[in-house]
């Protein structure tokens, strides 16, 4: 490997090593919450809340330093060039079904090696009451979610290879292209291909709120004709709601835990919130950061391969590059959460300013931090890391600071 090749992992195991060591910190320090958070929650639900969250920041530690450690030992023992050899010895002289058997077998190792700990965290939301899914269910998710994955990223990394062998100077640039094109399709396909394998979505059928919610909508001046609610309870206790989509398959869905619990009033909040995404163009300005940080990643990957072995686009090749993408991801996680926090205030500030009842969405919070069994109020470090929308003590604050 050249000596360029080397620091660039060698930065980006860096980036990676300094997010773990940010979350460790923050999950093993002493209860953080400052008085704020006592005015609102009391020590119990404080301590309770505390020992969840401890917990699936440990795991979320846990799970990357496993993935990324048997990935990078894997890469200095040079397994990733015996296993492209035998598979090579396998198939013959056909270099990009080589990629696409390295890349489907690496997808297995990894989701498998991220198994028990996936698991762990079930044990762990059913412990505390969140979880309702079945140990069943849960599996079938996970293999669902594992086809899936094959069948999106294996042809996207042999693709990506084709390029390579094509290109070894310049396919960064046509693979940006790609990746943009890819970004684009999965935001507007996924919502209708990819979650009805997960769950089931109905359009609200309570025929009063629909109308408020036309209402609202033509309020916030967006035409959301799209408002689903999905069958979350079979999965979670939890109570949430979310924008996706791009163009024509843009929707709110309401989580029916939301509806079946939360009156009219504060579902309507939640919908200005979400509504707040959708006119202020969040998903698309996301889109357009994503598309420039995969184009960085990319430059960087081709100067990473150019130096990283004998022939550029050997199916070993794989194994580094996931393995830079990978810690790059997790380096950059800090910067991609400031960045969602920063929308997610925006969006706060709009439902607000929609409605004109700050303490209302004040109350709302409370309560989601409540039922969520929410870190309301984190260590300044897992905030930093692990954050994409800002704690509920600070929502809460700027709620009730807001004119
Ligand atoms: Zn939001």
């Known amino acids: 490997m050249s000596a360029l090749s080397r620091w660039i992992l060698l930065a980006a195991a860096l980036g990676a090593a300094l997010v773990l060591a940010l979350v460790l910190v923050g999950a093993l320090a002493g209860p953080a919450w400052t008085a704020a958070a006592e005015q609102y929650f009391d020590p119990d639900f404080l301590s ?12 979320f530690a846990l799970g990357q330093a496993l993935t990324l450690g048997l990935l990078a030992l894997g890469v200095a023992r040079g397994w990733h060039r015996q296993v492209a050899a035998a598979i090579e010895g396998m198939v013959g002289p056909r270099p990009l079904l080589a990629v696409a058997l390295f890349t489907a077998l690496l997808l297995f190792a990894l989701r ?4 028990p700990v996936g698991l762990a965290r079930l044990a762990l939301d059913h412990r505390y009451g969140l979880s309702t899914q079945p140990l069943g269910l849960w599996l079938s998710d996970w293999l669902k979610g594992l086809a899936v994955e094959a069948a999106v990223l294996i042809p996207l990394v042999t693709g990506l290879f084709w390029l390579v062998r094509r290109w070894p100077q310049g396919w960064w640039l046509p693979a940006s292209g790609g990746l943009a094109l890819y970004l684009v399709a999965a935001s507007s396909l996924g919502p209708v291909v990819v979650d009805p394998l997960f769950h089931r979505f109905t359009p609200l059928q309570d025929p009063a709120l629909a109308g408020e919610v036309r209402d609202l909508a033509r309020r916030a001046g967006v035409p959301a004709d799209e408002v689903l609610v999905m069958d979350a309870s079979r999965r979670t206790r939890r109570v949430n709601a979310y924008f996706a989509g791009v163009g024509r398959t843009r929707r709110i869905v309401l989580y029916d835990t939301l509806l079946s619990a939360y009156d009219r009033r504060q579902v309507l909040l939640v919908l200005a919130h979400e509504l707040g995404h959708w006119r202020l163009g969040h998903i698309r300005r996301g889109l357009g950061l994503g598309i420039l940080g995969g184009a960085a990643g990319l430059w960087l990957a081709q100067r990473l391969l150019a130096g990283a072995g004998p022939r550029p686009g050997d199916p070993s090749q794989v194994a580094v590059l996931t393995l830079f993408f990978l810690l790059a991801s997790l380096a950059v996680l800090p910067v991609q959460n400031l960045v969602s926090r920063a929308f997610e205030r925006e969006a706060d500030r ?4 929609l409605t004109g009842d700050p303490a209302g969405m004040a109350a709302l919070e409370e309560r989601l931090g409540r039922d969520n069994l929410g870190d309301v109020d984190p260590h300044p470090f897992i905030r930093a890391v692990l954050f994409t929308h800002p704690p509920v003590v600070e929502r809460m604050e700027a709620a009730l600071r807001s004119p």
């Open 112 to 115: 498998a090696a991220g198994l």
């Open 350 to 353: 709009f439902a607000i300013a």
């Open 48 to 59: 309770r809340a505390r020992a969840y969250n401890r917990g699936r920041y440990l795991l």
